[in-house]
T-cell receptor, first 115, second 110 residues
């Protein structure tokens, strides 16, 4: 079945450091890929997405490229801020089965940015 | 535009009780999904509804049920609550395969 594996956390960086959070997936067919962010005590916010191979999703300085050959969707940001501290989830949306399209999530990576 | 709304925000129940959680999707979205997020883990799919019909169900017992109303809002019901049902319950509405999440209902079962 479909699955997502994320880089184990927690990750702690200093402000303005470069960020990479690794995400690899296993899926049949051609899934869409997503990064969601969860701030303390809140629900999930869509950060970015890519729907086909070689697509690059970007938002708020974050980027991720859909790499079919390595089944990866790594999240990157060139210069992190304290406000980026949150839990980041990689997810895939697989084939529509009986009309349902569910998201399969990784376990999440907690990111803390120190000033 | 209003996002996905959920009620209540927090809930405390005791084992064996029943709970109903509510969700209103983004205007124009016809599909609603429910997820359970246990502390420290990623969300797990429970149900998806589209046009009032169940389109998919995750690996959850029959104690979990849901329905969708003509205005596309949805309810999640859980019967005979267990301690292990304590979690954040997230609702998401969908548009063109992208799911947008609400703030969640945090359920504590004592």
């Amino acid at each position: 079945g479909n699955s997502v594996t994320q880089m184990e956390g927690p990750v702690t960086l200093s402000e303005e450091a470069f960020l990479t959070i690794n995400c690899t997936y296993t899926a049949t067919g051609y899934p869409s890929l997503f990064w969601y962010v969860q701030y303390p005590g809140e629900g999930l916010q869509l950060l970015l997405k890519a729907t086909k191979a070689d697509d690059k999703g970007s938002n708020k300085g974050f980027e991720a490229t859909y790499r079919k050959e390595t089944t990866s969707f790594h999240l990157e940001k060139g210069s992190v801020q304290v406000s980026d501290s949150a839990v980041y989830f990689c997810a895939l949306s697989g084939a529509i089965i009986q009309g349902a399209q569910k998201l399969v999530f990784g376990q999440g990576t907690r990111l803390t940015i120190n000033p | 535009d209003a996002g996905v709304t959920q009620s209540p925000t927090h809930l405390i129940k005791t084992r064996g009780q029943h709970v109903t959680l509510r969700c209103s999707p983004i205007s124009g979205h016809k599909s609603v999904s429910w997820y359970q997020q246990v502390l420290g883990q990623g969300p797990q799919f429970i149900f998806q509804y589209y046009e009032k019909e169940e389109r998919g169900r995750g690996n959850f017992p029959d104690r979990f049920s849901a329905r969708q109303f003509p205005n596309y809002s949805s309810e999640l019901n859980v019967n005979a609550l267990l301690l292990g049902d304590s979690a954040l319950y997230l609702c998401a509405s969908s548009y063109q395969e992208t799911q947008y999440f609400g703030p969640g209902t945090r359920l504590l079962v004592l």
